[in-house]
């Protein structure tokens, strides 16, 4: 990697990690907000060349000309799963909540925003009436209700 590249990784490497330190502050709709860290906190890119922030109070996804910010309502490790609360400045579904599930196979991280619209928290981690995605063929199918391929996530080392 060339010095101009690296140093621009590094630029929005540090930005992204200073973001998700600002939104611990900001207030949110979330209920039930625990001291629970995603496991899968650090900041990636994947296969369009996409940012994301994933730590403790939000989930931020940037470049290529947007910004969404999601606060972290809920996290279950256990179960690879997230609720947060759609950013009232995202373009689409702002202030809504999202269910972001993950899964690791053969060392690749994939991530589904499986849910992005629903009118509550609750509403967000039902899973009978917005079932988990369908993790058989990731990078095809099984994402959202298009059931659409999964995002495939490296990480960013400046």
Known sequence: MT?????NLALKTGLAAAFLFGLSGLASACTGVEDNAPEISETYVDETGQFHAVGADGWLTFGLGEQLVYFVCLV???NDYLIA?????N???YELYSRFE???VE???FFCNQVSDAGSQADAMDFAAL???DQANPTLRGCGVDSQAWSALRVVKP
């Open 3 to 7: 010095g101009n590249k690296m140093n």
């Open 76 to 78: 279950d490790n256990e």
């Open 85 to 89: 609360q759609n950013g009232s400045a």
């Open 91 to 93: 373009d689409e579904d």
């Open 102 to 104: 993950w899964f690791v």
């Open 107 to 109: 060392d690749q991280l």
């Open 131 to 133: 079932p988990r995605a």
